[in-house]
């Protein structure tokens, strides 16, 4: 998907940043603007990725009816590159995709989160179909518990389609943008900063 791709989010949140993209956008006439989409974020204290490795270091590996592929970002390289957003003159009035320039399979993604928590995975079949009735469970459960979460059945919808790529041509071109952080470094640095929080269990005692 490139940025000048008819932008229809799927679920809120989408919409939520589209109107925010569409209000900032509407000042450019008064004060520069620059719109930066990131893809799937990940970092040491991010938690939209949290789940999975928790998942995985209690031996289960979530399986799709279809393999998905998603572009993502180390939360340092998605700094390094809104900054060199909006700092370019050439990018204001415009709006940059600042991702990785490759898109990994969700299969490779969580290879690399099971090695991170030292387990072996157990497919953890996840039909299409189903995930809205499991998303209702899960966010009834969050609401008991007291969890102010983003509803996941709202995440549910982001997760159905098997491509989120986001074309960086323009980044590359405009910023000289390019990710610098490899994902095994990434993912073994995002796994350290959850043990340390304790969020996940150390290697040694995963169950």
């Known amino acids: 998907m490139r940025e000048d791709h008819p932008n ?8 939520s940043k589209r109107a925010g993209e569409r209000h900032a956008l509407a000042q450019a006439g ?6 930066v989409r990131p893809p799937v974020v990940y970092g040491p204290r991010d938690t939209g990725v949290l789940a999975f490795f928790q998942i995985a270091a209690r031996g289960f590996r979530p399986v799709f009816s279809n393999e998905k592929y998603y572009s993502i970002i180390h939360v340092s390289d998605l700094v390094r590159g809104t900054l060199l957003a909006g700092e370019s003159e050439r990018a204001v009035g415009r709006i940059y995709h600042i991702a990785n ?3 990994p399979s969700f299969s490779e993604l969580f290879r690399l989160i099971s090695a991170e928590v ?20 899960v966010d009834a459960l969050s609401a008991a518990l007291g969890l102010d979460l983003r509803p996941l059945r709202d995440k549910v919808k982001d997760i159905a389609p098997d491509y989120w790529i986001a074309d960086t041509t323009r980044a590359v071109a405009d910023l000289g943008f390019r990710a610098r952080i490899p994902l095994a470094e990434g993912f073994a640095e995002t796994a350290r900063g ?11 005692t995963a169950v």
């Open 194 to 204: 959850y043990r340390r929080l304790g969020w996940i269990p150390r290697m040694d």
């Open 8 to 15: 229809e989010p799927l679920g809120e949140y989408g919409r």
């Open 118 to 137: 030292g387990r072996t995975t157990r497919p953890l079949p996840l039909p299409t179909g189903l995930l809205p009735l499991v998303a209702a469970s």
């Open 30 to 35: 008064s004060i520069p603007v620059t719109v």
């Open 101 to 103: 320039r490759t898109a």
